[in-house]
C-alpha cells in the first residue's frame, strides 16, 4: 500500500464528509439550537414581566387596601356622627315630652287647685250662710255676735 495515496483518499473522504456535514446535519442542528436559544430568551422575557407585573399587582393590592380602609374609616365615621345625631335627637324629644308632660302636669295641678278654691268657696259661702242664719235668730248683741264669729273662726 502506497502511504501517499491512502493519505489522498482518507483527505478526500473527509473533505466529503465535511461537506456532507455542512449541506445536510449542521443546518438542522443549528435551527434546532437557534429555537432553543429563542425559547430560553422569550421565557426569561416572560418571567421578568411576570416579575415586573406581580410588583405592580402587589402595588395595586396595597392601594386598594388603603383605599378599602379609608373607605371603611369614611364609613365608620359616618355612622358614628349619625349615632351622635340619633342621641341628640332622642334627647331632643325626650325634653320636649318632658316639659309637655311638665305641662300637662302643671295644668292638672292648677285645675285641682281651682277645684279646691271652688270647694272651698263653696264651703266658705255655706259657712258664712249658716253663720249669718245664726245671728239673725238669735237677738242682735254685740257680744254674741263675737261669740258666734269666734265659733265660726274655730270651725274653719
Known sequence: MNFNATLIGQSI???FFVWFCMKFVWPPIM???ETRKKQIADGLAAA???RHELELAAKKAGDNLRDAKAQAA????QAEKRAAQIVEEAKT??????ERQLAAAQAS???EANRAREALREQVAALAVAGAEKILRREVDPQTHA???AQLKAEL
Request: overall charge negative.
Open 93 to 98: 324629644a325626650a325634653k320636649q315630652e318632658g
Open 48 to 50: 421578568d414581566r411576570g
Open 13 to 15: 473522504t473527509f473533505i
Open 74 to 77: 369614611d364609613v365608620i365615621a
Open 109 to 111: 295641678i292648677d285645675q
Open 147 to 149: 261669740d258666734l264669729l
Open 31 to 33: 435551527n434546532a439550537l
